[in-house]
């Protein structure tokens, strides 16, 4: 599907410097478009955030089983609660914040973006997002104003959810973690797959990036 949105090739032209950037070690805040040059320049991150449904039900789909065999998946019958998991993936690092909240609203983006904050108070965070509406809501405007000098929201192209690498990550994680997988409450799955996103090997996450770790290791 093409992006109706008519800055497209411009943002994503945005995402792809700030990508360079951030894997030559040259990102800082000064990068962002807002930036007084007369401030001494501040090291930056990116981060590609979004968040995902975890639901208890297992995601049912094709698997493998001997012949004559028919894979039996446990559910938990007619209930199906449901968990919000919210993931702030550094790039090119691959190291991430993972959060997990009741709802998806603009309260929670903010309290995992200041989470975000909190862990490198020293740093400058450029964050790429889409254009969900608790990402754009003016309900937010007050805390990018607030901490401006040190987080600036990335907005991808509307309908463009390759362009956000942490969605590669979600399909990863589904396919490992979730699909014909069931737990014993929704909370043991959702610490399992916390811990799981943690503990990902970082060759793992450049394959998954399309990076060439040699050359990244020795940049």
């Known amino acids: 599907m093409t992006s109706p949105d008519p800055d497209y090739v411009v943002k994503r032209q945005r995402v792809e410097q700030l990508k360079t950037k951030a894997q030559n070690g040259g990102l800082t805040s000064h990068d962002t478009g807002q930036a007084d040059k007369t401030e001494p320049a501040k090291p930056a991150k990116l981060v590609f955030f979004d968040s995902t449904d975890l639901h208890w039900c297992p995601e049912v789909s094709q698997t493998y089983s ?57 740093a400058f965070f450029f964050v790429v997002m889409d254009n969900a509406s608790a990402h754009t809501t003016p309900e937010l405007d007050p805390f990018w104003e607030a901490h401006r000098d040190r987080i600036e929201p990335v907005f991808l192209p509307t309908y463009s959810p390759h362009l956000n690498l942490i969605e590669r990550l979600w399909n990863y994680m589904r396919g490992k973690m979730t699909r014909n997988q069931f737990y014993e409450t929704l909370k043991v799955q959702c610490q399992e797959i916390a811990d799981w996103l943690t503990a990902l090997p970082f060759s793992r996450f450049c394959s998954l990036m399309g990076i060439d770790e040699v050359s990244l290791l020795f940049s």
């Open 66 to 122: 001997a012949v004559g065999q028919q894979v039996k998946v446990e559910t938990p019958g007619d209930q199906n609660p449901w968990c919000a998991l919210f993931g702030s993936l550094y790039f090119p690092s691959g190291e991430g914040l993972y959060t997990i909240h009741q709802r998806k609203r603009h309260q929670e983006v903010q309290a995992h973006l200041q989470k975000l904050l909190a862990m490198d108070p020293d």
